[in-house]
Protein backbone atom coordinates (compact mmCIF):
# COMPACT_ATOMS: atom_id res chain seq x y z
CA UNK A 1 0.00 0.00 0.00
CA UNK A 2 0.95 3.19 -0.93
CA UNK A 3 -0.56 6.48 1.48
CA UNK A 4 -0.05 10.19 0.06
CA UNK A 5 -0.63 12.88 2.33
CA UNK A 6 -1.14 16.43 0.74
CA UNK A 7 -0.59 19.93 2.35
CA UNK A 8 -0.08 23.58 1.95
CA UNK A 9 -3.64 24.56 0.29
CA UNK A 10 -5.02 28.05 1.46
CA UNK A 11 -6.72 30.72 0.77
CA UNK A 12 -5.10 33.07 -1.60
CA UNK A 13 -5.60 36.53 -3.47
CA UNK A 14 -5.54 36.45 -7.19
CA UNK A 15 -2.28 37.23 -7.74
CA UNK A 16 -0.41 34.81 -5.08
CA UNK A 17 1.40 31.82 -5.02
CA UNK A 18 1.39 28.93 -2.56
CA UNK A 19 3.17 25.59 -2.88
CA UNK A 20 1.51 22.35 -2.44
CA UNK A 21 3.65 19.75 -0.93
CA UNK A 22 3.06 15.38 -1.39
CA UNK A 23 4.43 13.26 1.03
CA UNK A 24 4.81 9.47 -0.37
CA UNK A 25 5.34 6.32 2.07
CA UNK A 26 4.82 2.99 2.01
CA UNK A 27 5.22 0.78 -0.96
CA UNK A 28 7.84 2.41 -3.11
CA UNK A 29 8.52 -0.48 -5.83
CA UNK A 30 6.17 -0.40 -9.03
CA UNK A 31 5.92 3.53 -8.94
CA UNK A 32 6.65 5.55 -12.20
CA UNK A 33 5.82 8.92 -11.82
CA UNK A 34 3.66 11.78 -9.37
CA UNK A 35 0.97 13.73 -10.73
CA UNK A 36 -1.16 16.60 -9.68
CA UNK A 37 -4.14 16.86 -10.68
CA UNK A 38 -7.93 19.15 -9.34
CA UNK A 39 -11.29 18.77 -9.60
CA UNK A 40 -13.42 22.24 -9.03
CA UNK A 41 -17.22 22.35 -8.03
CA UNK A 42 -19.46 20.70 -10.66
CA UNK A 43 -16.46 19.80 -12.81
CA UNK A 44 -14.36 16.86 -13.79
CA UNK A 45 -11.20 15.99 -12.50
CA UNK A 46 -8.22 17.44 -14.47
CA UNK A 47 -4.63 16.87 -15.36
CA UNK A 48 -2.26 19.38 -13.71
CA UNK A 49 0.95 18.22 -13.88
CA UNK A 50 3.25 15.12 -13.86
CA UNK A 51 6.68 14.20 -12.88
CA UNK A 52 8.73 10.89 -13.54
CA UNK A 53 10.26 9.62 -10.38
CA UNK A 54 13.56 10.25 -11.89
CA UNK A 55 12.75 13.70 -12.21
CA UNK A 56 13.91 14.04 -16.10
CA UNK A 57 10.57 14.73 -17.25
CA UNK A 58 7.68 16.61 -16.74
CA UNK A 59 4.28 17.26 -18.15
CA UNK A 60 1.90 20.36 -17.69
CA UNK A 61 -1.75 21.21 -18.63
CA UNK A 62 -1.94 24.48 -21.13
CA UNK A 63 -3.91 25.87 -18.62
CA UNK A 64 -1.24 26.04 -15.45
CA UNK A 65 2.03 26.00 -18.11
CA UNK A 66 4.35 28.51 -17.21
CA UNK A 67 2.21 29.43 -14.01
CA UNK A 68 3.00 26.25 -11.99
CA UNK A 69 6.16 24.37 -11.16
CA UNK A 70 6.66 20.48 -10.43
CA UNK A 71 9.46 18.99 -8.63
CA UNK A 72 10.37 15.93 -6.86
CA UNK A 73 12.40 14.94 -3.83
CA UNK A 74 13.71 11.45 -3.75
CA UNK A 75 15.04 11.68 -0.59
CA UNK A 76 12.40 12.48 1.14
CA UNK A 77 9.51 10.92 -1.02
CA UNK A 78 7.73 14.25 -2.05
CA UNK A 79 6.70 15.80 -4.87
CA UNK A 80 5.62 19.91 -4.93
CA UNK A 81 3.68 21.99 -6.60
CA UNK A 82 4.72 25.17 -6.91
CA UNK A 83 1.89 27.41 -8.10
CA UNK A 84 2.30 31.49 -8.85
CA UNK A 85 0.23 34.06 -10.28
CA UNK A 86 -2.60 32.32 -9.42
CA UNK A 87 -5.98 32.76 -10.84
CA UNK A 88 -9.67 32.19 -9.48
CA UNK A 89 -10.42 29.52 -12.04
CA UNK A 90 -7.01 27.60 -10.17
CA UNK A 91 -9.99 27.11 -7.00
CA UNK A 92 -10.38 23.44 -6.79
CA UNK A 93 -9.35 20.41 -4.40
CA UNK A 94 -5.65 19.26 -5.35
CA UNK A 95 -4.96 15.58 -5.01
CA UNK A 96 -2.07 14.23 -5.94
CA UNK A 97 -1.50 10.84 -7.15
CA UNK A 98 0.94 8.13 -8.14
CA UNK A 99 1.02 6.34 -11.28
CA UNK A 100 2.27 2.74 -12.21
CA UNK A 101 2.45 3.17 -15.94
CA UNK A 102 3.10 5.91 -18.50
CA UNK A 103 0.19 8.18 -20.26
CA UNK A 104 0.69 9.64 -17.12
CA UNK A 105 -1.77 12.96 -17.77
CA UNK A 106 -4.69 10.48 -17.54
CA UNK A 107 -5.86 9.14 -14.53
CA UNK A 108 -6.26 6.27 -15.77
CA UNK A 109 -2.46 5.57 -15.05
CA UNK A 110 -2.74 6.62 -11.82
CA UNK A 111 -3.51 4.30 -9.12
CA UNK A 112 -3.04 5.70 -5.47
CA UNK A 113 -4.48 9.08 -4.49
CA UNK A 114 -4.10 11.69 -1.57
CA UNK A 115 -7.06 13.00 -0.25
CA UNK A 116 -7.19 16.34 -1.31
CA UNK A 117 -6.23 19.56 -0.16
CA UNK A 118 -8.31 22.95 -0.93
CA UNK A 119 -7.22 25.70 -2.94
CA UNK A 120 -9.45 28.63 -3.02
CA UNK A 121 -8.12 31.71 -5.18
CA UNK A 122 -10.26 35.06 -3.86
CA UNK A 123 -10.50 37.89 -6.75
Known amino acids: QVQLVESGGGLVQAGGSLRLSCAAS????????MGWFRQAPGKEREFVAA????????YYADSVKGRFTISIDNGKNTVYLQMTSLKPEDTAVYYC????????????????WGQGTQVTVSS
Open 97 to 112: AQAFASGITTSKSYNY
Open 26 to 33: GRTVSRYA
Open 51 to 58: IRWSGDST
